[in-house]
């Protein structure tokens, strides 16, 4: 015997690291040129096969890219089992885009709602078209982009030639043949000289009909608007894994919505205390399992994670797994930068990725003792966090990601930087990157420390590079450009992000 267990054999080899290059780039803005504060955007989304990509921006606006080589190659899938050589990478085109949100007021709260997205999801698609869904901070919208045949109109009686020679309808109008009679009346000459039957009349009287021809054009056409149901800003809408439900989560409140029904939504978690001044923790977050469809998870301000059964009660007051770590040392920041601004299931269903303001947690949901894995993404803030606060910096809100393996995960941060850790036992991977088209240009010099293995359960602890407050370059690190939102290919480690205006893409 060599002392080797089964779980030594079973235990995942760790992955080289990803040597990420740039793709993409959408909405490129010039030197010096000033971004306007409705192209920045705020939502960014594959659908789940990885062929689309939806964002949305602070003027309501949704835009639509598809993907172009796999459409050119065939199924890049099957491409590879049969060793076919693929040596481009990933490319998407600009699909569509329509307003799906306009600016509201209020009157019975005397509050202007902003027309900026919140956040998009993928529903499944029909017949050959997309659908999805969109909110602001108070209505949702269910979208169908459909490409449709254009229809024109077909010839009638005139003939254009005769037309052109005798002047167009128009024209004839412009020549006016109303004549003034003495009494102050009119009358109309309809026979005027610029229209002329032919010889005999018309033989047959055709009507002008609607013709569809060859050429299409993408319509977005909105199909049910969710509102009226939630007192508080939305910041959180998610699938049901049924394809005929969905949730959306305010502050206090998170509402079941069904697909079809637009007027009726029910209540499903509700914190709100009898008394606002006993609240003490708020919804920032919520998401559905990506394969149970009778269980979701919601984020606290105290930085807690809650796994909540739709089975067993109507009103899911009581979680059946509550997620939290114990902090160490207190301060006046510590309730602040414990607060998860996002939550994401991993595909299998069985981790689920949390940002807070200075870190990544990956938890097993099988083990509610703490997180598997931390990663730290900023620690070099921790010294300037008072500046933070009085800025307002540290109320920013990070989303996060895992890729469709679920052996790294990846989150953003300041200077237009994003972070991408490898989540295995063992790995050192932690590259940083900036959205531009050289993004290793802002790679720290130090090395990841090692992960730690604190007990049998894989339960980890890695940190990033920790540097001070100047990049590899010697340049201060910007607070004011912050990269909030990014998103992960469903099944290629490809990276969509943004950074204001612009949509940088990535591979590796």
Known sequence: MNGKGPEDARAPAVPPPLEWKFSQVFGERAAGEEVQEVDIISAIEFDKSGDHLATGDRGGRV??????????????????????????????????????????????????????????????????????LSTNDKTIKFWKVQEKKVKRISKMNLDPSQAAAN?????????????????????????SNDFSFPPGGFPSLRLPAVVA?????????????????????????????????????DDLRINLWNLEISNQSFNIVDVKPANMEDLTEVITSAEFHPNRCNTLAYSSSKGSIR???LRQSALCDNHSQLFEEAPGSRSFFTEIIASISDIKFGQDGRHILSRDYMTLKLWDINMDSGPVATFQVHEYLRPQLC???????????????LSGDGLRVATGSYSNLFRVFGCVAGSTEAATL???????????????????????LTRVVRRGAETSGIDANGNSYDFTTKLLHL??????NSIACAAANSLYMYYA
């Open 213 to 249: 021809s060859q050429e299409t054009s993408l319509v977005a056409r909105c199909r049910r608007i969710y509102a009226h149901a939630h007192d508080y800003h939305i910041n959180s809408i998610s699938n049901n894994s049924d394809g005929e439900t969905f949730i959306s989560a």
């Open 434 to 456: 900036e959205a531009s088209k050289n993004p290793m240009r802002r790679q720290g010099q130090n090395p990841a420390r090692p992960a730690r293995s604190l007990s049998s």
């Open 63 to 132: 835009v639509l890219f598809e993907r172009t080589d796999v459409r050119d190659h065939g199924c890049r899938r099957d491409l590879e089992s049969l060793d076919y050589p693929i040596s481009r990478h990933p490319e998407f085109r600009y699909k569509t885009e329509f307003q799906s949100h306009e600016p509201e007021f209020d009157y019975l709260k005397s509050l202007e709602i902003e027309e900026k997205i919140n956040k998009i999801r993928w529903c499944q698609m029909a017949n050959g078209a997309l659908f999805l």
């Open 307 to 309: 796994l909540i059964d």
């Open 387 to 401: 500046d933070l606060y009085e800025s307002d910096s540290i109320f920013d809100k990070f989303e996060c990601c």
């Open 167 to 191: 002047g167009s309808i128009a024209s004839s109008s412009t020549a006016s043949p109303r004549v003034c009679l003495p009494n102050g009346g009119c009358s109309y000459n309809y026979m």
């Open 487 to 492: 998103a992960w290919h469903p099944t290629e």
